[in-house]
């Protein structure tokens, strides 16, 4: 069920829906007497009919309704209307963190710290309350206009906050986290403590720093299995080098052992407070003291981040103490002050500095060189429905090309050409490209224009014959604001804001279903998915008129057996039947072609004839399948038959006729008609 605008629901006038998810979906609704709006989220109706989620749904929604910290999205009420649960929140008008990370890219380390602080005190506070989230994400924490700094970022979605220790699985067995970021605990039944959300929170500030996952496996298993064994180690080599301690602080937060991480998640914030500290960008060597003159420390430099230290060279030489000179009439040594002696007594100083350079360089201080590699020229993207394709000019020397995406290293290229096909959906991106030398050296980034992504096909793509029409549903794709639904060549319904749609009675034939997804502003190259279906002028009902095309028409209408006229429409409500189709002869004679999906099915439909049936008649007919017909008496005579002809096992024929006996359907049809 799928709350519509406008609609009214506990009370609360719907204006738009939100989003959706693994437990429910979200809406923007109007309070019904504070002039305020608020999120609902309304949960699925198999979750709300499960008793026991619904009393751990009270009970933690009544702990959550405690918590209050301004980093925390306020729960307000709960309830339950037309079968579903509900609950309403906070409602922040912004976007959350993986939004931005989409559009954005990286986000620079300040920002992060902030938004990371905030976080932490909040879930701190939870913990203190007996609550842990254990769903920390990017996605759950919001992004609001207007706080220090103008920006405000809560934690949203303790809708799967459970107490502090109990195990990780609910009474239905699901896990309810997010694997790149589930704790190992939460994986093997262990205690649920605070020190799941200090894994994730570590996970999640990794993301916001680089702009990848910590774990970016693609399937479940293999997710399951790289959060177990711990993270790769090239995996902290897109942090900034020269921080160890950076390094060490997130590390740390996601120790396999929960009793190695941080105590809190304020403690792990302020570790990464003083890892990322201002450094001096100056190169000192060692053994000399940065002098008076030194500069002052500088920023961490937000540069693109590489897969390995050593696409991290300063772009400057490091800096030496000038060479030590006498004044002129000062005393050196008892010697001379002519120009003899003073070439002499400067030389050792020259070649102290030369062996000085030497040295520096030799331990890797010194990144300038003069036979440098040169930046790409004309670097230029192409925006195809399979992702990015990013080109540029050859440059002399150059043995490989490293392409960024958004600061972000995602591919190398021995050729010219590279195709990103795994940037996101609908996402506005920005591509730089590094000449790599053979001997490992990298050119400044030629960065190109921005662009927006092709908007990715809509995944699982399906349509299904039923007894009005077909339903095509598909999933949502990212950044898609409305999808166009064609068949064939035309268009039937042009800004579809779920994934899901009707097409009422088509015509009969083969017809190629397609949607297309378009974004809000058009700026993004729109994609589309289809599906080939043959349709039969019995839609849902096929398998039944093939079954009985000596009793039925061609097509819905006149000209069955018996001039009869005959349709297809929707079982009642209370039948197990998937579908059935209905004919009336001229003589006031009623026959209905029901199918069944399973035995189980059938025999429900059985149960419920028995209850109608007069225990005394046949149960079986002389063609060996089941039979029931009315009591003796009845106003309206009917019988229903099972069959046991290949591929009739799951239907079932009844008739009735108003104002005659059993005998007389017997004979007018029973016997007469070629079934």
């Not at 297809?568 to 409500?573: A, C, F, K």
Request: net charge negative.
């Amino acid at each position: 069920m799928e709350l519509t605008p406008g609609s009214v629901f506990a009370g609360y006038r719907v204006i738009r829906q939100l989003g959706s998810g693994g437990m429910g979906a979200v809406y923007l609704v109007q309070h019904p007497r504070l002039p305020r709006q608020d999120a609902m989220k309304v949960i699925h109706a198999h979750l709300s009919g499960d008793p026991a989620f619904a009393a751990r749904f009270e009970r933690e929604a009544e702990l959550a309704c405690s918590l209050d910290h301004p980093a925390l999205v306020r729960v307000h009420d709960r309830g339950r209307e037309q079968g579903r649960l509900w609950l309403t929140m906070q409602y922040v008008d912004g976007p959350d963190a993986e939004q931005v990370l989409r559009r954005e890219g990286t986000m620079a380390p300040v920002r992060v710290l902030r938004i990371l602080e905030a976080v932490a005190g909040g879930l701190d506070h939870a913990h203190a309350m007996g609550l842990v989230h254990r769903d920390v994400k990017p996605a759950n924490i919001l992004l609001s206009p207007g706080g220090t700094g103008g920006e405000r970022a809560l934690l949203g979605d303790f809708g799967i906050a459970q107490a502090s220790g109990a195990t990780r699985l609910t009474d239905t067995g699901s896990l309810p986290a997010s694997l790149p970021y589930a704790a190992p605990e939460q994986l093997l039944g262990g205690p649920i403590t605070a020190a799941v959300d200090v894994y994730a929170l570590g996970c999640t500030v990794y993301e916001l720093l680089t702009g990848r996952r910590l774990f970016d496996q693609d399937s479940s298993l293999a997710l399951m299995g790289a959060v177990l064994a711990g993270p790769r180690h090239e995996a902290w080599d897109v942090l900034p080098p020269g921080r160890p301690a950076l390094r060490a602080a997130l590390q740390r937060a996601v120790a396999t052992n929960p009793e190695d991480r941080p105590p809190s998640c304020t403690a792990l914030a302020e570790a990464v407070r003083s890892a990322i500290a201002p450094v001096p960008t100056t190169v000192v060597p060692a053994g000399v003291p940065a002098g008076p003159h030194s500069p002052p420390p500088a920023p961490w430099p937000l540069l693109p981040v590489p897969t390995a230290p050593s696409s991290w060279p300063p772009q400057q030489a490091a800096a030496l103490p000038p060479p030590p000179w006498n004044p002129p009439g000062q005393a050196d040594g008892g010697g001379s002050h002519g120009s003899g002696n003073g070439r002499r007594r400067r030389w050792p100083w020259l070649l102290g500095a030369l062996l000085l350079l030497a040295a520096v360089a030799t331990a890797g201080l010194l990144f300038v060189s003069p036979w440098g590699v040169g930046s790409p020229q004309g670097v230029r993207v192409d925006v195809q429905s399979g992702g990015v394709e990013v080109r540029w000019e050859p440059v002399a020397g150059a043995d490989a090309y490293e392409v960024h995406r958004d600061g972000v290293l995602v591919g190398r290229a021995e050729g010219t050409t590279y195709l990103d096909s795994e940037v996101g959906s609908g996402t506005r991106v920005t591509y730089s490209v590094a000449a790599v030398a053979e001997d490992g050296e990298r050119s400044d980034l030629a960065t190109s224009e921005t662009v927006v992504s092709a908007l990715h096909p809509a995944a699982d793509l399906a349509a299904e014959v039923g007894m009005t029409g077909v339903t095509l549903t598909w999933a949502a794709v990212d950044n898609a604001e409305h999808y166009e639904v064609r068949r064939d060549d035309e268009v039937l319904e042009t800004r579809t804001a779920g994934t899901s749609f009707l097409d009422e009675g088509p015509p009969p034939g083969t017809h190629d279903y397609s949607v297309v997804a378009v974004d809000a502003d058009g700026q993004a190259r729109s994609s589309s998915v289809s599906v080939v279906l043959d349709v039969s002028p019995w839609l849902g009902a096929a398998e039944l008129a093939e079954a009985f095309r000596d009793l039925l028409p061609d097509a819905p209408g006149p000209g069955g057996w018996g001039d009869a006229t005959c349709g297809t429409g929707e079982p009642l409500s209370t039948s197990p039947a998937v579908a059935v189709v209905s004919c009336a002869l001229p003589s006031g004679i009623y026959v209905d072609f029901l199918q069944y999906p399973d035995q189980a099915a059938l025999d429900r439909r059985i149960a419920q004839l028995d209850a109608l049936t007069d225990p005394a008649a046949p149960r079986t007919t002389d063609r060996g399948g089941w039979y029931r017909q009315s009591p003796e008496g009845n106003q309206v005579a009917w019988e229903a038959w099972g069959l046991t002809e290949p591929g009739r096992e799951l239907m079932e024929l009844y008739i009735d006729w108003d104002g005659h006996t059993v005998a007389d359907l017997d004979a007018a049809w029973y016997y007469a008609a070629p079934w």
